[in-house]
């Protein structure tokens, strides 16, 4: 998989024990949202994010994974 990027994205995901929030400017949500779409068009599979791959320093890693 592919993923576009938006330049200047800004992506935090933050957690608590009975909720998850995704905060990400405009640019941010465009590329959420593109990625959202290519992992749609595959066969499987998932993806992840966390501080050290596009996330924001201190974000709670994000996993998004397609199911049948």
Request: net charge negative; charged share 30%.
């Amino acid at each position: 998989m592919e993923f576009k990027w938006e330049e200047g994205f800004t992506i935090k995901v933050s957690s608590s024990e009975d909720e998850v929030l995704i905060s990400a400017n405009r640019e941010g949500l465009r590329s959420l949202a593109n990625h959202l779409l290519t992992l749609a068009d595959e066969e499987n599979g998932h993806f992840h994010l966390d501080e050290h791959n596009s996330l924001e320093k201190g974000s709670t890693e994000l996993i998004v994974e397609k199911i049948d």
